[in-house]
């Protein structure tokens, strides 16, 4: 049975707070080191492993895996969670390991979507350099999938939960390899259990697949028995080089001998993305939202508290936008424009507003190619309704004052689809599809109104 709340163990210098998870192997708990105030994560195996005739066997194994992370924590790597202690309880071996407090990548790309090439790819290679140093300790993680990956607010990422269970997990218990991500697996750990380095690589290639486009890939078995092809990146999220491209595809070769055959070799394969200075632009407003609550996650150690990403407002590009609707709402009134033409660029605005927020780095041409024809159709319709007042009043001056205001449509038709784009894909970098949307779509209808109370 699993320990209870506030048990005691190693003499009282752990106390079991609460189960964190429960597994085929065995359970993990969230304990407190009673001398040092910490917060620490204890594995054990579950009791019913006790009844096989190999567990004696499969205990030593855990035993010596653990004591080899141990001396690994004697030289502590940045990037991999430590090992505190190994000891018995009764019969039950425990490890103690450090507990991590932050976000994992499934829940980072859940929140955001795909993540920018040059953020995620030099914490994928952190992780690598990790698994790098695991290999040579001849371990084999075999469970480096987004789960096991947290990234934490100065940049770096910690690899967790050394998943030892599944070296040692009897294969009568273990179904598909227990990795639980058949996703980031390769079919080979899955059919036979291989525990070489080529099965880190797969898995932080399709780790970082999931990263930069935001979806998981095709099963290693799915593509090996069905024929069922791999999507390419690429084709996912154009944005990504091809470089990044093809180190994913080379890390994710179905067959373990066509990919790079260390963790060494695929970093090598996986470029750094070149830093580029940023663009010029206006200062803008920070606001910073910090989280009331801490959402705990496994095991490894976050020494500041969690906050959200920074919010950036584009104040001076929002400004534009609201400007680009009051003259274009000022020129409607002193045309005297019927409510029928009100209505439309209503309508445009709306459809610039979405266009805005989905004119992402990528879509950028798309989106102006379609603004440009958007901006014809607002200048056309005011002309439309510049002519027909002109043939009432078969008056020449009348006529030029509305050539002008053509123009002048014209040129803030363009003004508009131009500031919202801009406003759009900076919004998108800091707020949801849904509130870069709202943000922009108040700002227009605010600029419409304020222009039509000025005339």
């Not at 004697?74 to 505190?84: E, M």
């Not at 632009?281 to 989280?291: M, N």
């Not at 800091?430 to 419409?448: E, H, K, N, P, Q």
Request: charged share 15%.
């Amino acid at each position: 049975m699993p320990w209870i709340v506030g048990q005691q163990l190693h003499g009282g210098k752990y106390v079991i707070e609460t189960v964190l998870g429960q597994g085929g192997f065995g359970i993990t708990y969230k304990a407190l080191h009673v001398e040092l105030n910490q917060t620490v994560v204890i594995k054990t195996p579950n009791e019913y492993l006790s009844h096989n005739p190999e567990y004696d066997h499969y205990i030593e194994r855990f035993i010596q895996e653990g004591r080899t992370l141990a001396k690994l924590s004697q030289d502590p790597h940045p990037h991999i969670v430590g090992v505190i202690d190994l000891f018995r309880e009764g019969a039950i071996c425990c490890l103690v390991m450090d507990f991590v407090e932050g976000e994992n990548l499934f829940e980072a790309v859940r929140r955001r979507g795909a993540l920018p090439e040059a953020e995620i790819v030099p914490c994928i290679r952190q992780i690598g350099e990790a698994l790098s140093v695991v290999h040579q300790a001849g371990l084999v993680h075999r469970d480096a999938h987004p789960g096991n990956i947290i990234l934490r607010r100065n940049g770096r990422a910690v690899l967790i939960d050394f998943g030892i269970a599944k070296q040692v997990i009897p294969s009568t218990i273990s179904s598909t390899n227990k990795a639980g991500h058949e996703a980031f697996a390769p079919y080979e750990q899955i059919s036979r259990g291989s525990r070489e380095p080529t099965v880190d690589v797969y898995c932080l290639a399709a780790t970082l697949y999931y990263a930069v486009t935001g979806q998981s890939p095709t099963t290693s078995l799915a593509r090996k028995l069905d024929n069922t092809p791999l999507s390419l990146p690429k084709q996912i999220n154009p944005s990504i080089s091809d470089g990044l491209n093809k180190a994913i595809l080379k890390g994710m070769a179905l067959e373990a001998k066509d990919r790079p055959q260390s963790m060494q070799a695929w970093l090598a394969i996986l470029e750094t993305p070149k830093a580029t200075p940023p663009p010029t632009v206006e200062p803008v407003h920070r606001i910073e939202v910090v989280r009331s609550e801490v959402k705990p996650n496994s095991e490894a150690i976050l020494g500041e508290p969690a906050t959200k990403s920074p919010r950036i407002i584009p104040w001076g590009w929002l400004v534009g936008v609201l400007f680009s609707y009051l003259l274009i709402a000022c020129l409607l009134t002193e045309s005297n424009a019927p409510y029928i033409v009100w209505a439309l660029v209503v309508a445009v605005a709306v459809a610039l507003t979405w266009a805005g927020f989905m004119a992402t780095a990528r879509a950028w041409a798309l989106f102006m190619a379609w603004a440009g024809t958007v901006a014809w159709t607002v200048a056309w319709v005011v002309s439309w309704v510049g002519i027909v007042a002109w043939a009432k009043a078969v008056d020449w001056a009348g006529f030029m004052d509305w050539a002008g205001l053509m123009a002048w449509d014209w040129s803030a038709a363009w003004i508009v689809a131009w500031a919202v784009a801009v406003a759009g894909d900076k919004l998108l970098k800091s707020f949801s599809r849904f509130d870069a949307c709202l943000i922009l779509a108040v700002t227009s209808g605010v600029g419409l109104g304020l222009g039509w109370l000025a005339r």
